[in-house]
């Protein structure tokens, strides 16, 4: 099966797609990953990021035939060959298919990404009704891939100020937690033209997000508690 994958390293004038041919049948590949283990192994000089192996981990996200993805959980057999293989679109690429995900995780550190419980310790556990830990189906499943930041228009237009909808859906995440008492805070710091208001529901980022999570919704959902708290 032909790949098409991505070179440039420092130094190089313009990136190349570079072509490698692997038996896949040989090697018994069934993921996308597999592959890109085998081409490692006939060419070390490739790079890409990679961990868990099992959609969990998301360091092997990437553009897969122009769609976001991680390799790992990507089968061969729904591939249109040949595979044309690419780093995340929009984020600064540091080699290969590696890029640089300082932004996306500057934006993630600024929705403060933790519970902030006012009460004084609680001498048991913090609990919340089924209710309540329902509100957080659908957003603590986020593996922080990029996938959907990275393929957001809003996000290309605005990467330095506009948080993104990975960082949004985690803000959601926290805002929707019945144990937080930050709720005013988190609603306050997002209202602005920038931040969250950038988000024009082009819903790219539903179609790329590998968890099968829905951002746009999450952003939603905070519009509407800025709506009930009048902010
Ligand atoms: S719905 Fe919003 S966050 Fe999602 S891709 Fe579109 S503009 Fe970006
Ligand atoms: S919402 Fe989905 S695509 Fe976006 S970072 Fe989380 S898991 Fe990845
Ligand atoms: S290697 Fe961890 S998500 Fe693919």
Redesign the pocket.
Known sequence: MKFYLYRWQEGDKTPRMQEYDVDIEKHRCVMLLDVLEVIKEIDPTVSFRRSCGEGVC?SDAMNINGKNGLACITELKNLKEPVFIRPLPSMPVIRDLVVDLQEFYNHYKKIQPFLEPQQTQPTGERLQSPQERDKLDGLYE????????SSCPSYWWNPDKFLG??AL?QASRFILDSRDDKTRERLEQLNDAYALFRCHSIMN?VD????G?N?NKAIHAIISEMVKKDI
Do not use: D
């Open positions: 998301g986020c593996i922080l891939c990029a996938c959907c930041t909808p990975a859906l980022c790329a997000c590998p968890k999570l951002p």
